[in-house]
């Protein structure tokens, strides 16, 4: 990740030496989820938000709590 952005708070760019990347399993799955267009699937709701929570301090936590990502 690079950059989220969320309304009502704008854009923010990611050091991307700070935030962790998802494990190649995990990647995998959600590109097939995305090519599948299967984005409603528990699955990636729990992929999502563990990876928020992992790097809330580098993603705007307050943001991702008002938006219910983690």
């Given at each position: ?18 935030i ?39 993603l ?5 709590k ?5």
């Amino acid at each position: 990740m690079i950059r989220i952005s969320y309304d009502g708070y704008g854009c923010h760019n990611i050091d991307s030496t700070l935030i962790s990347e998802f494990s190649f399993d995990d990647s995998n799955y959600l590109i097939s989820a995305i090519l599948s267009n299967d984005l409603e699937s528990s699955k990636v709701d729990k992929l999502l938000k563990a990876y928020f929570r992992e790097n809330k301090e580098f993603l705007w936590g307050k943001a991702l709590k008002e938006y219910e990502l983690i």
